[in-house]
């Protein structure tokens, strides 16, 4: 997950990576590749919410079960429960 996008011209088109990344395409116009910028920061943020809500259901899993919350226990378990809600 990205935090920036960049545009670079790339020949007579545009071409949006992201920092430190693969190309995520190039593009005829620039208004082309600013939309998918857009786009891409919007799915960024979908995945961190995303992310976030299944951290959170972990957790209210853990606790509606009275699971042990102590030492690597509970990480060990909060892997095995998250891997669980991803694969449902």
């Known amino acids: 997950?990205?935090?920036?996008?960049?545009?670079?011209p790339?020949?007579?088109e545009f071409m949006v990576s992201p920092?430190?990344?693969?190309?995520?395409?190039?593009?005829?116009?620039?208004q082309e590749a600013?939309?998918?910028?857009e786009d891409c920061e919007r799915d960024d943020l979908v995945?961190?919410?995303?992310?976030?809500?299944?951290?959170?259901?972990v957790d209210a899993?853990?606790?509606?079960h009275r699971m042990d919350r102590g030492g690597r226990t509970i990480g060990l378990e909060k892997r095995r429960i998250s891997r669980w809600f991803r694969s449902t």
């Open 1 to 8: 997950m990205a935090k920036t996008y960049r545009i670079t």
């Open 10 to 12: 790339h020949g007579p």
């Open 19 to 30: 920092y430190a990344g693969v190309t995520v395409g190039v593009y005829n116009t620039e």
């Open 34 to 37: 600013q939309l998918t910028v």
């Open 47 to 57: 995945l961190e919410t995303a992310r976030s809500l299944v951290e959170k259901a």
């Open 61 to 64: 899993f853990i606790l509606m």
